[in-house]
Protein backbone atom coordinates (compact mmCIF):
# COMPACT_ATOMS: atom_id res chain seq x y z
CA UNK A 1 0.00 0.00 0.00
CA UNK A 2 1.42 3.16 -1.08
CA UNK A 3 1.62 6.23 1.99
CA UNK A 4 -0.77 8.30 0.64
CA UNK A 5 -2.93 5.18 0.75
CA UNK A 6 -2.62 4.30 4.15
CA UNK A 7 -2.78 8.43 4.86
CA UNK A 8 -6.20 8.72 3.58
CA UNK A 9 -7.06 5.46 5.60
CA UNK A 10 -6.35 6.67 8.40
CA UNK A 11 -8.48 9.71 7.49
CA UNK A 12 -11.27 7.82 6.53
CA UNK A 13 -10.98 5.84 9.93
CA UNK A 14 -10.86 9.17 11.59
CA UNK A 15 -13.97 10.64 9.79
CA UNK A 16 -15.80 7.56 10.76
CA UNK A 17 -14.87 6.26 14.18
CA UNK A 18 -18.12 7.58 15.81
CA UNK A 19 -19.93 6.23 13.51
CA UNK A 20 -18.84 2.49 13.47
CA UNK A 21 -18.60 2.47 17.06
CA UNK A 22 -22.32 3.39 17.51
CA UNK A 23 -23.00 1.08 14.72
CA UNK A 24 -21.06 -1.66 16.59
CA UNK A 25 -22.77 -1.05 19.86
CA UNK A 26 -26.08 -1.55 18.49
CA UNK A 27 -24.92 -4.66 16.69
CA UNK A 28 -23.29 -6.38 19.71
CA UNK A 29 -24.81 -4.65 22.40
CA UNK A 30 -21.91 -4.01 24.06
CA UNK A 31 -20.05 -0.57 24.03
CA UNK A 32 -16.50 -2.84 25.35
CA UNK A 33 -17.11 -5.47 22.56
CA UNK A 34 -17.63 -2.48 20.70
CA UNK A 35 -14.32 -0.89 21.16
CA UNK A 36 -12.75 -4.63 21.00
CA UNK A 37 -14.22 -4.69 17.57
CA UNK A 38 -13.21 -1.42 16.86
CA UNK A 39 -9.56 -1.88 17.52
CA UNK A 40 -9.17 -5.35 15.68
CA UNK A 41 -10.98 -3.32 12.63
CA UNK A 42 -7.97 -0.75 12.95
CA UNK A 43 -5.47 -3.60 12.58
CA UNK A 44 -6.27 -5.04 9.68
CA UNK A 45 -7.71 -2.08 7.56
CA UNK A 46 -3.93 -1.02 7.85
CA UNK A 47 -2.54 -4.07 6.46
CA UNK A 48 -1.61 -3.76 3.20
CA UNK A 49 -4.26 -4.17 0.67
CA UNK A 50 -6.65 -3.84 3.78
CA UNK A 51 -9.03 -1.37 2.96
CA UNK A 52 -9.59 0.76 -0.63
CA UNK A 53 -10.13 4.25 -0.39
CA UNK A 54 -12.74 4.33 -2.84
CA UNK A 55 -16.64 3.77 -1.00
CA UNK A 56 -14.20 3.67 2.23
CA UNK A 57 -17.23 4.19 4.05
CA UNK A 58 -19.34 1.07 3.27
CA UNK A 59 -16.10 -0.97 2.98
CA UNK A 60 -15.20 -0.36 7.13
CA UNK A 61 -19.30 -1.48 7.73
CA UNK A 62 -18.88 -4.36 5.89
CA UNK A 63 -15.56 -5.47 7.88
CA UNK A 64 -16.84 -4.55 11.15
CA UNK A 65 -20.16 -6.55 10.33
CA UNK A 66 -18.10 -9.35 9.40
CA UNK A 67 -15.55 -8.95 12.50
CA UNK A 68 -19.31 -9.61 14.33
CA UNK A 69 -20.06 -12.38 12.59
CA UNK A 70 -16.59 -14.11 13.15
CA UNK A 71 -17.16 -13.79 17.02
CA UNK A 72 -20.46 -14.91 16.50
CA UNK A 73 -18.87 -17.76 14.60
CA UNK A 74 -16.42 -18.69 17.41
CA UNK A 75 -18.41 -18.79 19.99
CA UNK A 76 -20.39 -21.01 18.60
CA UNK A 77 -18.21 -23.22 17.85
CA UNK A 78 -16.66 -23.24 20.92
CA UNK A 79 -19.98 -23.95 22.69
CA UNK A 80 -20.12 -27.39 20.50
CA UNK A 81 -16.75 -28.71 21.40
CA UNK A 82 -17.40 -27.64 25.19
CA UNK A 83 -20.70 -29.50 24.64
CA UNK A 84 -19.15 -32.49 22.78
CA UNK A 85 -16.51 -33.50 25.19
CA UNK A 86 -18.14 -32.26 28.45
CA UNK A 87 -20.44 -35.41 29.34
CA UNK A 88 -16.92 -37.53 28.86
CA UNK A 89 -14.80 -35.98 30.68
CA UNK A 90 -13.80 -37.69 33.28
CA UNK A 91 -12.78 -40.75 30.45
CA UNK A 92 -10.36 -38.17 28.94
CA UNK A 93 -9.16 -36.62 32.36
CA UNK A 94 -6.04 -38.34 31.38
CA UNK A 95 -5.30 -36.34 27.92
CA UNK A 96 -3.40 -33.59 28.05
CA UNK A 97 -3.53 -30.43 25.84
CA UNK A 98 -0.40 -31.96 24.41
CA UNK A 99 -1.97 -35.08 22.83
CA UNK A 100 -5.21 -33.18 21.67
CA UNK A 101 -2.93 -30.92 19.56
CA UNK A 102 -1.66 -33.81 17.95
CA UNK A 103 -5.00 -34.54 16.83
CA UNK A 104 -5.87 -30.85 16.42
CA UNK A 105 -6.27 -31.49 12.30
CA UNK A 106 -8.75 -34.25 12.91
CA UNK A 107 -10.57 -33.25 15.16
CA UNK A 108 -11.53 -30.22 13.05
CA UNK A 109 -12.17 -32.44 10.28
CA UNK A 110 -14.30 -34.69 12.56
CA UNK A 111 -16.09 -31.39 14.09
CA UNK A 112 -16.53 -30.44 10.57
CA UNK A 113 -18.29 -33.60 9.34
CA UNK A 114 -20.36 -33.59 12.81
CA UNK A 115 -21.37 -30.19 12.12
CA UNK A 116 -22.52 -30.68 8.64
CA UNK A 117 -24.70 -33.64 9.60
CA UNK A 118 -26.30 -31.37 12.17
CA UNK A 119 -26.86 -28.67 9.39
CA UNK A 120 -28.18 -31.53 7.01
CA UNK A 121 -30.46 -32.99 9.35
CA UNK A 122 -32.09 -30.10 10.58
CA UNK A 123 -32.74 -28.83 7.05
CA UNK A 124 -33.93 -31.96 6.76
CA UNK A 125 -36.59 -31.83 9.85
CA UNK A 126 -38.15 -28.53 7.91
CA UNK A 127 -41.29 -27.71 6.75
CA UNK A 128 -41.83 -29.25 3.64
CA UNK A 129 -42.01 -25.52 1.74
CA UNK A 130 -39.57 -24.13 4.10
CA UNK A 131 -37.12 -26.87 3.40
CA UNK A 132 -37.20 -26.52 -0.42
CA UNK A 133 -37.17 -22.62 0.00
CA UNK A 134 -34.06 -22.45 2.12
CA UNK A 135 -32.12 -25.45 0.00
CA UNK A 136 -32.67 -23.75 -3.27
CA UNK A 137 -31.43 -20.41 -1.75
CA UNK A 138 -29.07 -21.18 0.63
CA UNK A 139 -27.52 -24.10 -0.78
CA UNK A 140 -28.09 -24.03 -4.35
CA UNK A 141 -27.39 -19.90 -4.58
CA UNK A 142 -30.70 -19.15 -6.70
CA UNK A 143 -32.35 -15.55 -5.91
CA UNK A 144 -35.41 -15.27 -3.99
CA UNK A 145 -37.31 -13.98 -7.19
CA UNK A 146 -35.57 -17.35 -8.80
CA UNK A 147 -36.70 -19.56 -6.03
CA UNK A 148 -40.30 -17.86 -6.25
CA UNK A 149 -40.37 -18.87 -9.85
CA UNK A 150 -39.36 -22.73 -9.62
CA UNK A 151 -41.94 -22.79 -6.94
CA UNK A 152 -44.63 -21.21 -8.61
CA UNK A 153 -45.21 -18.74 -5.06
CA UNK A 154 -44.69 -15.10 -4.67
CA UNK A 155 -41.24 -13.54 -3.53
CA UNK A 156 -42.87 -12.76 -0.45
CA UNK A 157 -43.92 -16.10 -0.18
CA UNK A 158 -40.02 -17.03 -0.31
CA UNK A 159 -39.64 -14.74 2.03
CA UNK A 160 -42.09 -16.19 4.71
CA UNK A 161 -40.55 -19.71 4.11
CA UNK A 162 -37.39 -18.52 4.64
CA UNK A 163 -38.50 -16.46 7.73
CA UNK A 164 -39.74 -19.93 9.00
CA UNK A 165 -36.35 -22.08 7.71
CA UNK A 166 -34.84 -19.60 10.44
CA UNK A 167 -36.80 -20.11 13.07
CA UNK A 168 -36.49 -24.01 13.20
CA UNK A 169 -32.84 -23.47 12.28
CA UNK A 170 -32.09 -21.13 14.97
CA UNK A 171 -33.44 -23.65 17.66
CA UNK A 172 -31.80 -26.98 15.81
CA UNK A 173 -28.23 -24.75 15.37
CA UNK A 174 -27.78 -21.89 17.55
CA UNK A 175 -29.41 -22.58 20.63
CA UNK A 176 -26.52 -22.31 22.72
CA UNK A 177 -28.74 -20.85 25.97
CA UNK A 178 -25.96 -18.35 26.91
CA UNK A 179 -25.68 -14.73 25.94
CA UNK B 1 -33.42 -17.66 27.35
CA UNK B 2 -36.85 -18.24 27.00
CA UNK B 3 -37.38 -14.52 25.52
CA UNK B 4 -35.61 -15.94 22.78
CA UNK B 5 -37.37 -19.23 21.68
CA UNK B 6 -40.38 -16.71 21.13
CA UNK B 7 -38.33 -15.03 18.40
CA UNK B 8 -41.33 -14.74 15.66
CA UNK B 9 -40.87 -14.88 12.24
CA UNK B 10 -41.76 -10.57 11.12
CA UNK B 11 -38.34 -9.90 13.25
CA UNK B 12 -36.72 -12.68 11.16
CA UNK B 13 -37.67 -11.46 8.22
CA UNK B 14 -37.10 -8.11 8.54
CA UNK B 15 -33.69 -9.30 9.93
CA UNK B 16 -33.42 -11.35 6.19
CA UNK B 17 -34.52 -8.24 4.50
CA UNK B 18 -31.67 -6.19 6.03
CA UNK B 19 -29.07 -8.93 5.17
CA UNK B 20 -29.63 -8.85 1.80
CA UNK B 21 -29.60 -5.09 1.74
CA UNK B 22 -26.09 -5.11 3.08
CA UNK B 23 -24.63 -6.43 0.33
CA UNK B 24 -25.54 -3.62 -2.09
CA UNK B 25 -22.62 -1.27 -2.38
CA UNK B 26 -24.50 1.67 -1.34
CA UNK B 27 -26.22 0.13 1.55
CA UNK B 28 -27.86 2.16 4.14
CA UNK B 29 -25.77 1.34 7.11
CA UNK B 30 -27.46 4.13 8.93
CA UNK B 31 -30.90 3.01 8.55
CA UNK B 32 -29.24 -0.51 9.28
CA UNK B 33 -27.90 0.84 12.75
CA UNK B 34 -31.23 2.65 13.53
CA UNK B 35 -33.09 -0.65 13.12
CA UNK B 36 -30.63 -2.34 15.37
CA UNK B 37 -31.37 0.56 18.29
CA UNK B 38 -34.92 0.88 18.10
CA UNK B 39 -35.04 -2.71 19.69
CA UNK B 40 -32.38 -5.69 20.87
CA UNK B 41 -34.50 -8.12 19.50
CA UNK B 42 -33.21 -7.04 16.10
CA UNK B 43 -29.79 -7.83 16.71
CA UNK B 44 -30.35 -11.10 18.01
CA UNK B 45 -32.57 -11.86 14.88
CA UNK B 46 -29.86 -10.51 12.88
CA UNK B 47 -27.22 -13.17 14.38
CA UNK B 48 -29.36 -16.24 13.59
CA UNK B 49 -29.45 -15.01 10.02
CA UNK B 50 -26.24 -13.76 10.34
CA UNK B 51 -24.53 -16.96 12.07
CA UNK B 52 -26.60 -19.29 9.68
CA UNK B 53 -25.88 -18.14 6.43
CA UNK B 54 -21.74 -18.27 7.66
CA UNK B 55 -22.69 -21.84 8.82
CA UNK B 56 -24.59 -23.25 5.63
CA UNK B 57 -22.01 -21.12 3.69
CA UNK B 58 -18.88 -23.26 4.93
CA UNK B 59 -20.16 -26.44 4.55
CA UNK B 60 -21.96 -25.68 1.16
CA UNK B 61 -20.29 -28.55 -0.76
CA UNK B 62 -20.88 -30.98 1.69
CA UNK B 63 -24.20 -30.17 2.40
CA UNK B 64 -25.22 -30.51 -1.44
CA UNK B 65 -23.74 -34.10 -1.42
CA UNK B 66 -26.18 -34.70 1.93
CA UNK B 67 -29.00 -32.90 0.51
CA UNK B 68 -28.42 -34.19 -3.06
CA UNK B 69 -31.30 -36.74 -3.78
CA UNK B 70 -30.50 -39.79 -5.74
CA UNK B 71 -32.53 -39.49 -9.63
CA UNK B 72 -35.62 -40.86 -9.61
CA UNK B 73 -34.97 -43.81 -12.23
CA UNK B 74 -31.85 -44.60 -10.06
CA UNK B 75 -31.76 -48.39 -9.81
CA UNK B 76 -31.74 -50.26 -7.00
CA UNK B 77 -29.34 -53.58 -7.67
CA UNK B 78 -30.99 -56.48 -6.09
CA UNK B 79 -28.25 -58.36 -4.38
CA UNK B 80 -26.01 -55.28 -3.57
CA UNK B 81 -29.54 -54.09 -1.75
CA UNK B 82 -29.50 -57.21 0.52
CA UNK B 83 -26.10 -56.67 1.11
CA UNK B 84 -25.81 -53.14 2.67
CA UNK B 85 -30.06 -53.29 2.67
CA UNK B 86 -32.01 -51.94 6.12
CA UNK B 87 -29.50 -50.08 7.58
CA UNK B 88 -30.72 -47.17 9.54
CA UNK B 89 -29.75 -43.78 7.71
CA UNK B 90 -29.27 -41.09 10.07
CA UNK B 91 -28.22 -38.99 6.75
CA UNK B 92 -30.54 -40.34 4.36
CA UNK B 93 -33.17 -38.14 6.19
CA UNK B 94 -32.38 -35.61 4.26
CA UNK B 95 -32.33 -37.39 1.31
CA UNK B 96 -35.22 -36.63 -0.87
CA UNK B 97 -33.94 -32.32 -1.20
CA UNK B 98 -33.75 -31.69 -4.96
CA UNK B 99 -30.31 -31.70 -5.87
CA UNK B 100 -29.76 -28.54 -8.66
CA UNK B 101 -26.47 -28.38 -9.26
CA UNK B 102 -25.00 -25.80 -11.60
CA UNK B 103 -25.94 -26.60 -15.07
CA UNK B 104 -24.68 -29.48 -16.90
CA UNK B 105 -23.17 -31.24 -13.88
CA UNK B 106 -24.19 -34.94 -13.35
CA UNK B 107 -24.57 -36.42 -9.85
CA UNK B 108 -24.61 -39.39 -8.53
CA UNK B 109 -24.97 -40.18 -4.92
CA UNK B 110 -25.44 -42.95 -3.02
CA UNK B 111 -27.17 -42.59 0.67
CA UNK B 112 -25.86 -44.62 4.00
CA UNK B 113 -25.98 -48.20 3.22
CA UNK B 114 -26.60 -48.03 0.00
CA UNK B 115 -24.36 -48.71 -3.36
CA UNK B 116 -24.83 -47.84 -7.01
CA UNK B 117 -23.14 -49.09 -10.22
CA UNK B 118 -22.80 -46.38 -13.28
CA UNK B 119 -22.04 -47.18 -16.35
CA UNK B 120 -20.11 -43.65 -18.68
CA UNK B 121 -20.54 -43.63 -21.94
CA UNK B 122 -16.46 -43.53 -22.26
CA UNK B 123 -16.66 -47.48 -21.14
CA UNK B 124 -15.72 -46.52 -17.62
CA UNK B 125 -18.19 -48.40 -15.00
CA UNK B 126 -17.90 -47.22 -11.50
CA UNK B 127 -18.88 -49.43 -8.50
CA UNK B 128 -20.37 -46.07 -6.25
CA UNK B 129 -19.96 -46.85 -2.14
CA UNK B 130 -22.28 -45.82 0.61
CA UNK B 131 -22.73 -42.55 1.29
CA UNK B 132 -20.48 -41.52 -1.71
CA UNK B 133 -20.76 -38.95 -4.40
CA UNK B 134 -19.81 -38.66 -7.86
CA UNK B 135 -19.76 -35.75 -10.32
CA UNK B 136 -19.55 -36.00 -13.94
CA UNK B 137 -18.04 -32.20 -14.93
CA UNK B 138 -20.25 -30.26 -16.96
CA UNK B 139 -21.62 -33.29 -19.93
CA UNK B 140 -17.28 -34.43 -19.89
CA UNK B 141 -17.00 -38.14 -19.06
CA UNK B 142 -13.54 -37.82 -18.66
CA UNK B 143 -13.41 -35.16 -16.02
CA UNK B 144 -14.79 -36.43 -13.13
CA UNK B 145 -14.97 -35.39 -9.22
CA UNK B 146 -15.18 -37.56 -6.18
CA UNK B 147 -17.00 -35.29 -3.93
CA UNK B 148 -17.18 -37.70 -1.44
CA UNK B 149 -16.70 -41.42 0.04
CA UNK B 150 -15.40 -43.97 -1.86
CA UNK B 151 -15.50 -45.45 -5.33
CA UNK B 152 -14.20 -48.53 -7.28
CA UNK B 153 -12.99 -47.55 -11.40
CA UNK B 154 -13.35 -49.70 -14.28
CA UNK B 155 -11.70 -48.09 -17.21
CA UNK B 156 -11.47 -49.12 -20.72
CA UNK B 157 -8.03 -49.11 -22.37
CA UNK B 158 -8.68 -45.98 -24.80
CA UNK B 159 -5.71 -44.60 -26.36
CA UNK B 160 -7.65 -41.83 -27.58
CA UNK B 161 -8.44 -40.20 -24.16
CA UNK B 162 -7.55 -39.88 -20.73
CA UNK B 163 -9.65 -39.78 -17.85
CA UNK B 164 -9.14 -37.77 -14.54
CA UNK B 165 -10.90 -37.83 -11.26
CA UNK B 166 -10.61 -34.64 -8.85
CA UNK B 167 -10.60 -35.36 -5.31
CA UNK B 168 -9.40 -32.85 -2.68
CA UNK B 169 -7.38 -30.95 -4.85
CA UNK B 170 -5.88 -34.20 -6.45
CA UNK B 171 -5.78 -34.77 -9.79
CA UNK B 172 -5.99 -38.76 -10.57
CA UNK B 173 -5.14 -39.81 -14.05
CA UNK B 174 -5.59 -42.87 -16.03
CA UNK B 175 -5.88 -44.37 -19.28
CA UNK B 176 -7.35 -48.23 -19.40
CA UNK B 177 -6.90 -49.81 -15.20
CA UNK B 178 -9.28 -50.67 -11.91
CA UNK B 179 -8.28 -48.98 -9.32
CA UNK B 180 -10.54 -47.61 -6.21
CA UNK B 181 -10.57 -43.90 -4.87
CA UNK B 182 -11.41 -43.11 -1.01
CA UNK B 183 -11.75 -40.06 0.66
CA UNK B 184 -11.51 -40.43 4.55
CA UNK B 185 -11.11 -37.19 6.45
CA UNK B 186 -8.29 -35.24 5.30
CA UNK B 187 -7.11 -38.17 3.51
CA UNK B 188 -7.22 -39.33 -0.37
CA UNK B 189 -6.59 -43.13 -0.47
CA UNK B 190 -5.83 -44.12 -4.01
CA UNK B 191 -5.28 -48.06 -4.71
CA UNK B 192 -4.55 -49.18 -7.94
CA UNK B 193 -5.67 -53.50 -9.13
CA UNK B 194 -4.76 -53.22 -12.82
CA UNK B 195 -2.71 -51.02 -14.71
CA UNK B 196 -1.37 -47.45 -13.98
CA UNK B 197 -2.54 -44.18 -12.44
CA UNK B 198 -1.11 -41.10 -12.03
CA UNK B 199 -1.85 -38.67 -8.84
CA UNK B 200 -0.95 -35.13 -9.56
CA UNK B 201 -1.51 -32.30 -7.12
CA UNK B 202 -0.83 -28.72 -7.71
CA UNK B 203 3.09 -27.92 -7.27
CA UNK B 204 4.15 -31.39 -7.46
CA UNK B 205 5.11 -34.23 -9.85
CA UNK B 206 3.00 -36.56 -10.37
CA UNK B 207 3.19 -40.08 -8.67
CA UNK B 208 2.94 -42.78 -10.41
CA UNK B 209 1.02 -46.13 -8.51
CA UNK B 210 1.75 -49.29 -10.51
CA UNK B 211 -1.29 -52.18 -9.78
CA UNK B 212 -0.76 -53.58 -6.24
CA UNK B 213 -0.09 -50.10 -4.88
CA UNK B 214 -1.52 -47.74 -2.74
CA UNK B 215 -1.08 -43.99 -2.10
CA UNK B 216 -2.10 -41.78 1.03
CA UNK B 217 -1.88 -38.62 0.63
CA UNK B 218 -2.60 -36.01 3.25
CA UNK B 219 -3.50 -32.37 1.87
CA UNK B 220 -3.49 -31.11 5.15
CA UNK B 221 -0.01 -32.00 5.55
CA UNK B 222 1.29 -32.58 1.81
CA UNK B 223 2.36 -35.79 2.41
CA UNK B 224 2.11 -38.94 0.16
CA UNK B 225 2.90 -42.20 1.33
CA UNK B 226 2.93 -45.85 -1.13
CA UNK B 227 2.50 -48.93 0.13
CA UNK B 228 1.68 -52.20 -1.07
CA UNK B 229 -1.89 -53.35 -1.62
CA UNK B 230 -3.00 -56.86 -2.49
CA UNK B 231 -5.08 -56.53 -6.06
CA UNK B 232 -7.98 -58.72 -4.09
CA UNK B 233 -8.28 -56.34 -1.61
CA UNK B 234 -8.90 -52.94 -4.02
CA UNK B 235 -12.22 -52.11 -3.86
CA UNK B 236 -12.85 -55.08 -1.37
CA UNK B 237 -16.16 -53.67 -0.05
CA UNK B 238 -17.61 -54.16 -3.14
CA UNK B 239 -17.55 -57.69 -1.68
CA UNK B 240 -18.96 -57.07 2.09
CA UNK B 241 -14.83 -56.67 3.05
CA UNK B 242 -13.19 -53.45 4.61
CA UNK B 243 -9.59 -54.36 4.63
CA UNK B 244 -7.13 -52.45 6.23
CA UNK B 245 -3.57 -52.63 6.57
CA UNK B 246 -1.70 -50.12 9.29
CA UNK B 247 -4.76 -47.45 8.52
CA UNK B 248 -5.03 -44.92 11.23
CA UNK B 249 -8.29 -45.47 12.93
CA UNK B 250 -9.77 -42.04 11.83
CA UNK B 251 -9.58 -43.61 8.29
CA UNK B 252 -11.86 -46.50 9.66
CA UNK B 253 -14.10 -44.26 11.47
CA UNK B 254 -14.81 -42.62 8.64
CA UNK B 255 -15.58 -46.02 6.70
CA UNK B 256 -17.70 -46.99 9.39
CA UNK B 257 -19.58 -43.72 9.41
CA UNK B 258 -20.35 -44.29 5.67
CA UNK B 259 -21.70 -48.11 6.21
CA UNK B 260 -24.01 -47.35 9.81
CA UNK B 261 -24.82 -43.94 8.78
CA UNK B 262 -23.52 -42.71 12.20
CA UNK B 263 -21.46 -40.06 12.94
CA UNK B 264 -18.09 -41.73 14.68
CA UNK B 265 -16.35 -39.49 17.22
CA UNK B 266 -12.78 -40.83 18.32
CA UNK B 267 -11.27 -39.87 21.49
CA UNK B 268 -8.41 -37.84 20.75
CA UNK B 269 -6.72 -40.21 22.97
CA UNK B 270 -6.87 -43.23 20.47
CA UNK B 271 -6.85 -40.82 17.23
CA UNK B 272 -3.64 -41.88 16.80
CA UNK B 273 -4.07 -45.37 16.74
CA UNK B 274 -3.66 -47.76 13.49
CA UNK B 275 -5.85 -50.60 12.24
CA UNK B 276 -4.61 -53.89 10.33
CA UNK B 277 -7.39 -56.43 9.85
CA UNK B 278 -10.31 -56.92 8.13
CA UNK B 279 -14.12 -55.79 8.49
CA UNK B 280 -16.88 -57.72 7.52
CA UNK B 281 -19.60 -55.26 6.53
CA UNK B 282 -22.70 -57.23 6.72
CA UNK B 283 -25.25 -54.06 7.43
CA UNK B 284 -23.11 -51.95 8.67
CA UNK B 285 -24.52 -52.30 12.53
CA UNK B 286 -21.22 -54.89 13.38
CA UNK B 287 -18.30 -53.15 12.06
CA UNK B 288 -17.73 -50.71 15.65
CA UNK B 289 -18.39 -53.83 17.69
CA UNK B 290 -15.94 -56.12 15.38
CA UNK B 291 -13.34 -53.12 15.89
CA UNK B 292 -14.12 -52.38 18.93
CA UNK B 293 -13.01 -56.19 19.79
CA UNK B 294 -9.96 -56.55 18.15
CA UNK B 295 -8.91 -53.41 19.50
CA UNK B 296 -9.93 -53.08 22.71
CA UNK B 297 -12.10 -50.01 22.27
CA UNK B 298 -14.92 -48.80 24.35
CA UNK B 299 -18.11 -47.25 22.42
CA UNK B 300 -21.35 -45.82 22.96
CA UNK B 301 -24.02 -45.12 20.91
CA UNK B 302 -26.10 -42.06 21.65
CA UNK B 303 -28.39 -41.65 19.00
CA UNK B 304 -26.54 -40.45 15.61
CA UNK B 305 -23.53 -40.31 17.17
CA UNK B 306 -21.13 -42.82 18.59
CA UNK B 307 -18.14 -42.24 20.64
CA UNK B 308 -15.49 -44.27 21.06
CA UNK B 309 -12.30 -44.35 23.54
CA UNK B 310 -9.67 -46.73 24.62
CA UNK B 311 -10.75 -49.51 26.65
CA UNK B 312 -12.68 -49.00 29.79
CA UNK B 313 -10.31 -49.61 32.45
CA UNK B 314 -13.05 -50.75 34.65
Given at each position: MAPDDAHGLETLYRTYRADLLRFLTARTGDAGDAEDILQELWIRAR?????????GRAYLYRMAQNLVVDRLREQHRRMRRDRRWSDERTDFAANTDEAVDVGADAEAAILHREETALIASAIGNLPEGARRAFQMHK?????HAEVAERLGISKSGVEKHMAVAMKYLRRALLDWGGG | MTARSDMDERLLEEAMAWHVA???????WDGYTLWLEADPRHREAFDVVALTDRLVGEHRDDLRLLTA??????RRGGRRQMLFGGVAA????????PALMPKGDTVYATGAGETRRIALGNGAAIDLAPASRLVVK????NDLELAGGEAYFDVRHDPARALTIHAQGYAVSDIGTRFAMNLAGPALLVSVAEGHVAVGSAGNSPANLAAGQKLVARGDEGTMRISRIAA?????WRQGRLVYDDAPLSVVAADIARYSGKAVVLDPAIRARRFSGVLSV????KLLADLAAVMALRYDVQGDRIRVSAGASR
Open positions: QPGGAPIANIDGLS | LESDDADAPPPQVALALAIGIEGDENDVGSGDGS
